[in-house]
Structures are given as C-alpha cells and as structure tokens.
C-alpha cells in the first residue's frame, strides 16, 4: 500500500508539472485550462491502478485500465525528452533575443505532444507484432548427431500486468511452429506474485519440443515471491526448471548438457555456475540459460561454450539501448565473452509500457552446427 501511494505522490507531482508546461506555460485561457487539467486528473488513475497491478491484485478485472496505465507512463517518458530539447531551443532562443516566446513555447508544445504520442502509438504496434529471427552457431565440440538441432530461445514474456494469457497463447503458438528441438526459456516470463497472474502464463503448458523444454528464473519471478515458487509453477506447466543445475539432452549415443542459474542478482538463492556444472562430463559442449548476459565472465570462465540470456529487451524503447548495452556488454544478437559464444534476445514481451521504439520483440531460433 506504501508503495502505491509513493507512487500516486510521484505521478500527482508529474502531471502537475505537466498542467504547469503545456497550460500555463503557453498562456491558454481559463477554459482551455480546466479542460487541460481534467484531462491530466484522468490521466492519472490507470498508471496509479497499474502500479498495484499483479503484485497488490489480480490485474484480470482491470487489465484495459492498466494497458491504457502503462502506455501513459510511455507517452510521459517522451514527452520528458521532448521537453528537454525544447528546453534547449528555449535557451537558444533567448540567446539569440527571439521575442516572441509565448509564440515558441505554443510551438513548441504541440510538437512535442504530437511527436510523443505518434512514437508511442508506433510503439504500441510495433510491440504487437511478434516476430523469429534465426542464426546458426557453430561449435566445435558440437557431436554430429546434434548437427543441425533447433533451439527456441524465448525470454521476457512479462505477461501479468497489461498483457494476459492471450498474449502467451499467441507466444506458444508461434514458437510451435517453428517445430524446436528443443525450447529455452530464460527468465522473467511474467509481472506479479503466482496468487494472481499464474493463469497469464498457464498456455506455457502448450509448448511443444522434441527434446525438452528448459526455464531459468529471470529477476522478476523473485521481485514478489521468491524465485522458487515461479519454477515450481513452470514444472507444474511440463517445464524443466534449472536451479544451479543441468539437465543431458540426448541423440542418439551422443548427450549435450543444459545447465542453467539462478538470476545474476539474485541473493536467495544465489546463482552458482560452478554447482550448475558440477560432475558434468569433460569435453561434452554445455549450454548455459542465465537471465542476465553480465553472467557470461563466470561462464566462460568455467569453459561453457554457449549462454543463452534475455533481460536487455534490446533497450526496448529508445535510447535506453544506448545505457543497456553500456550495462549488459551486450544488447541483443550474437557475442563472445572470452571463448564462450553468447546470444542475447530482445524477449518476445515488454516490461513496463507494452511499447517497443527501436527493439522489435523477437522469439530466436538458433541453429547448432558442427563446425
């Protein structure tokens, strides 16, 4: 309950700042005014709802509200750098001892909302339209019998607050059809506690794989329960939860590991590459599902030779990949980390904003090849 009233407080003060820049910055009318801070009064309650959304109650009955919530806070983020540019022509107006101000900031203002809304409303769509990318990673230590084998990477699904159960069903459609071998799933698959989203991720039970299906808890399956709980709900759904721990994917006479860790900033319990590959046979190529691409020095230090993570969402809405590939060492697509490979998805969800500006969502389809 604090926290949601922390977080009305902070949204009351935005959007007062907001009535102050757009009404009487500009000089509107007494008229023009009131409509401008009803509007922003309104504009206010879904990102309050959605603040409690999946953590403090089942999202379900209001998830309109909570989209409409959650699109707001995108359109406030780039209505926050608009402002700024336009603080900087302001200034160099002033310098150059423009007159009419008032005729600049009226300008100015309009350009700034127009160009919020219409990202956002890109945004909006471009998150919407799931897509596969596909590489092919070659190792030598691959055994031949695995030539060719079909993994599908999918990460940061983030159903639970504005998206729901449709959304994965859509997911688990997509990746069905690109007929996996086998199927990953590195973290963060959902927003909230298991008491009130786990219906959201239940079409999960749906996946379809030839040799396995494999999770690893993200940073948010331990922000309300602890991350436990979540791995035993994706066991429940015919998942295989890694927890520090590995798991042989055989061909024929030939086996591969799957190892998988605990999230990187993870306390209880923590992540241990070295218990994950504990006992695992020497020479035999592993495959690491870590959330967070920061995990890959360990892991190469142990002599993995391919992770597999998500967690960057590629920035999701730019220019926050600038920051989360300064953060991450990566951003999305193929890396090395030492003699280790590593691919990194931008996840197929979003968190946050169901808005993606510059980071198309992707499911991976990674080809191993003997090389």
């Known amino acids: 309950m604090f926290q949601m009233l922390f977080v009305g407080a902070v949204l009351g003060l935005v959007h007062w700042l907001l009535y102050r820049r757009?009404?009487?910055?500009?000089?509107?009318?007494?008229?023009?005014?009131?409509?401008?801070?009803?509007?922003?009064v309104l504009l206010w309650i879904p990102p309050f709802v959605a603040a409690g959304a999946g953590n403090a109650f089942s999202p379900q009955p209001v998830r309109s509200i909570v989209f409409l919530g959650e699109v707001w806070l995108a359109v406030l983020f780039y209505l926050g750098i608009g402002l700024m540019v336009a603080g900087l022509v302001l200034l160099a107006a002033r310098l150059l001892k423009y007159q009419d101000r008032r005729r600049l900031i009226r300008g100015?203002?309009?350009?700034?909302?127009?160009?919020?809304v219409g990202t956002v409303a890109y945004g909006v769509v471009e998150a919407n339209r799931l897509r596969v990318v596909e590489a092919d990673l070659t190792f030598a230590q691959l055994p031949r019998q695995f030539d060719g084998l079909r993994v599908v990477v999918v990460a940061d699904i983030h159903v639970g607050a504005a998206r729901g159960a449709?959304?994965?069903?859509?997911?688990?459609?997509?990746?069905?059809?690109?007929?996996?071998?086998?199927?990953?799933?590195?973290?963060?698959?959902?927003?909230?506690?298991?008491?009130?989203?786990?219906a959201d991720i239940d079409p999960l039970a749906g996946l379809r794989s030839k040799y396995g299906k494999f999770v690893v808890a993200g940073n948010h399956e331990g922000y309300v329960n602890r991350p436990d709980s979540w791995l035993d709900y994706y066991d429940r759904l015919g998942l295989t939860s890694l927890?520090?721990?590995?798991?042989a994917v055989t061909v024929g006479d030939a086996s591969i590991d799957i190892a998988g860790v605990y999230d990187f900033a993870a306390t209880?319990?923590?992540?241990?590459?070295?218990?994950?590959?504990?006992?695992?046979?020497?020479?035999?190529?592993t495959v690491l599902l870590a959330h967070?691409?920061?995990?890959?020095?360990?892991?190469?230090?142990?002599?993995?030779?391919?992770?597999?993570?998500?967690?960057?969402?590629?920035?999701?809405?730019?220019?926050?990949?600038?920051?989360?590939?300064?953060?991450?060492?990566?951003?999305?697509?193929?890396s090395r980390v030492g003699e280790m490979q590593m691919f990194t998805t931008r996840g197929v969800g979003a968190w946050g904003p169901p808005v993606r500006v510059g980071a198309p969502p992707d499911i991976a389809v990674l080809t191993l090849r003997v090389g």
């Open 166 to 198: 449709e959304f994965t069903r859509r997911v688990v459609e997509l990746v069905n059809e690109q007929q996996p071998d086998v199927i990953v799933l590195p973290g963060d698959l959902l927003d909230g506690a298991v008491e009130h989203v786990a």
């Open 108 to 116: 100015l203002s309009a350009v700034v909302i127009v160009a919020a």
């Open 268 to 285: 209880d319990p923590a992540p241990d590459v070295a218990a994950a590959l504990a006992g695992r046979e020497q020479g035999r190529l």
């Open 243 to 247: 927890r520090n721990s590995r798991a």
């Open 22 to 40: 757009f009404a009487v910055a500009p000089g509107l009318g007494v008229a023009a005014r009131r409509a401008v801070a009803v509007g922003l």
């Open 292 to 334: 967070q691409p920061l995990q890959g020095t360990v892991a190469s230090e142990h002599g993995v030779q391919l992770q597999l993570s998500g967690h960057t969402h590629g920035g999701q809405m730019w220019p926050l990949m600038y920051p989360a590939k300064w953060i991450n060492g990566t951003v999305a697509g193929h």
